[in-house]
């Protein structure tokens, strides 16, 4: 029996073991890998783009001839009775080409404009995936730091479940009072449902980065849990006018912008084409049969063989106002597009000044709060063996153990506060990303 048991506990670890084995562990650069591939708005983005390879296709074509083929057949009833026939059976067959020689430079305009869209398509699909870098260096950052919450507050509810257990054997002594282990028990109580808060709020970054990598919802995420140096906390930063003149220069938004200021002043040529002549070339060949002519299909198509060539010249005199208004229309089109280009520029100015901002100011507090800690925990061992000798109280305890609890989630959250920046920044410079 006993051997029994034993292999069942044997396989057991083992099949616990492989599971372990068998569980993925995600980086930050195998979440981003996995949602440049998956998320679905690179995908529409990278369907829009497709949409405009069309859409330019379509405009080159339209600077060669159109052809196309015409039959009908008609039948015609003459109920008279002094009609030679009562029914007759028509047929007609044509072949029609068309071809604009001149439309003021709408056609080439249209192709320029096209092919803008096109590179601006192309741009949009990396600002979504820039987008989605962003929101997953922000996940995944917060995981960590939820993470490390975790792991900090399992530790405080194991030391304060020591306090405690040592308290109850120092008040069976004689050496506390029941008030004393009241209040190092509630604390263990605040202690436990700060672990519980934690937990949750490790969950919820859990849920909102399976999200962002478009999971099912059974499918697990476990992350991968980096070791950080302070050399990486610390990382230099370039100056803030150089961080910013680099993101102007890459980034996809202020290409965008910058391609539709050139397409509003397309648009602007376009609509004073509107005041030039257009000139078309149209040629038609057909013919015809008839029934009741006692001639056969061959004799009536050759007979009534007809071609025609025709020059068509349209000159616009008068469009009740519509080619002014079109032109006027698109230079306010052109005005709008400086503005925007301009509050691209501020809202990205806004963005890397914050980023910057946090960057640098979580940086000063990690050193601070580094200092902190160490002197929060030796204030804490101190009064902790004091207390248990008898010559501290329960309050001075527990106000030095909070102090230390307060400095090392300040630790925490500035030392993810400064790597989660520092990767943003990169990101926007179009730097390589990663822990």
Known sequence: MKRLLLMIMLMLTVFVVQSQENVRRWTLQDCLNYALEHNIQVKKSKVSQLSGTEDLAQAKAQLFPSLSAGVSQSVVNYPSDAAMTNNSYNGSYSLSASWTLFDGGRRTTTILQNQMRQDMNQFAVEQSESDIRVALVQAYMQTLYAMESVRTNENTVEVTKTQYDRSSELL??????????????????????????????????LLQLKQLLELDITEHVE?????????QIMTPLSDKQTIYQTVLAVRPEMKISQLN???????????KAGYLPTLSLNAD??????????????????????????LSLNIPIFSNRNNKTAVNKARLA?????LDLLNTQKQLLRTIEGFYLDATSSQNQYLAAVEQVKYSEGTYQLIEEQFFLGMKNTLELLTAKNNLLNARQELLQSKYMALMNIQLLNIYQNMPVGI
């Open 172 to 205: 069976r002594a004689g050496s506390i009072s029941r008030v004393d282990l009241a209040q190092i028990e509630s604390q263990y109580s605040s202690d436990k449902y700060r672990l519980v808060a934690a937990q949750t709020s490790l969950d919820n970054y």
């Open 223 to 231: 992350i991968a849990a980096p070791e950080l140096t302070t050399e």
């Open 261 to 271: 200021m050139d397409l509003a002043e397309l648009d602007i040529k376009k609509a």
């Open 285 to 310: 060949i057909g013919t015809g049969n008839a029934s009741g002519s006692g001639l056969s299909f061959g004799t009536q198509a050759w007979d009534r063989l007809n071609e025609s060539l025709r």
């Open 334 to 338: 052109s005005i709008t597009g400086e």
